[in-house]
């Protein structure tokens, strides 16, 4: 288990275009367990390469479900329409408002460099869509109602109950 420093808002290395990945050897599969050992540590639900430092077109999800990963992933089709909260795990201790589609549909290659199709709704929507615009050098920020002073301290359940 190698755990790699997750990147926060402010360094500009999130705000960079990830380039495509044209074969996956051994480093690219290093990366890829290391980045779903860090979400997990995290306790993420996704991630993206450039917010462990890495400029790559690859992603982590894992909704709870099976975990996903995913090579120079496309959004191909949207519908639908969701609001909710959102965090990131290089925004810690924040969330917004932020209305994305509900059904996504993405294509992408897997650890093999075979083609695959992933469709989600909801939850699984929400983090398909927030880790491919990281790949283009998006937060979720730029989407949250009233911008960056629409964001709030996370609230964790047994702190509400003190």
Do not use: W
């Not at 690859?58 to 969701?82: A, F, H, K, S, Y």
């Not at 929400?126 to 920020?141: C, K, P, Q, T, W």
Request: glycine share 10%; aromatic share 4%; charged share 30%.
């Amino acid at each position: 288990m190698a755990l790699r420093k997750i990147r926060e808002m402010g360094d500009p290395i999130l705000n960079k275009v990830c380039k495509e990945v044209k074969a996956v050897g051994e480093k690219e599969l290093q990366l890829i367990d290391d980045m779903f050992d860090t979400m997990y540590e995290a306790n993420g639900v996704g991630l993206a390469a450039p917010q462990v430092g890495i400029l790559k077109r690859i992603v982590v999800i894992d909704c709870g479900d099976d975990p996903i990963c995913l090579i120079n992933p496309r959004i191909v089709e949207t519908d639908g329409e969701q609001t909710g909260y959102e965090g990131c795990l290089s925004v810690p201790g924040k969330t917004g408002t932020v209305t994305r589609p509900n059904y996504v549909k993405v294509e992408a290659l897997d650890e093999e460099m075979n083609e695959i199709i992933v469709e989600g709704e909801e939850l699984l929507a929400r983090a398909l869509i927030h880790e491919v615009e990281h790949l283009d050098g998006h937060l979720y920020v730029e989407k949250v109602e009233g911008g960056v002073n629409g964001l709030q301290d996370v609230v964790y359940d047994d702190e509400e109950k003190e």
